[in-house]
Nanobody
Framework: EVQLVESGGGLVQPGGSLRLSCATS????????MNWLRQAPGKGLEWIAG???????TYADSVKGRFTISRDNAKNTVYLEMNNLKTEDTGVYYC??????RGQGTQVTVSS
């Protein structure tokens, strides 16, 4: 059974940082592109970052220069380091593999 479990969300002030983790099982993690997506309140799902099996990385313009995606194939885990957070980064953050399997999400709230 494919499982993805996000963690690390929380409440942070503008300008702050958070590190999200996504632990996976049930598929050959090292061979999959992994993605982070988010859903802001009242809005649709937005792709924000992806990392390929060869460690090639791409970011959405909205997070480029502030967020860093990484992966640890030994731990079957993908990470999202988020710095200089803005109120508009508030939302539920999901990790997903390239077949579309997705976790339950972790809430990130950026507010003073």
């Amino acid at each position: 059974e494919v499982q993805l479990v996000e963690s690390g969300g929380g409440l942070v002030q503008p300008g702050g940082s958070l590190r999200l983790s996504c632990a996976t099982s049930g598929f050959t993690f090292s061979t999959y592109r992994m993605n982070w997506l988010r859903q802001a309140p009242g809005k649709g799902l937005e792709w924000i970052a992806g990392i390929k099996s060869d460690y090639g990385i791409t970011y959405a313009d909205s997070v480029k220069g502030r967020f860093t995606i990484s992966r640890d194939n030994a731990k079957n885990t993908v990470y999202l380091e988020m710095n200089n957070l803005k109120t508009e980064d508030t939302g539920v953050y999901y990790c997903a593999n390239s077949e579309g399997s997705r976790g339950q999400g972790t809430q990130v709230t950026v507010s003073s």
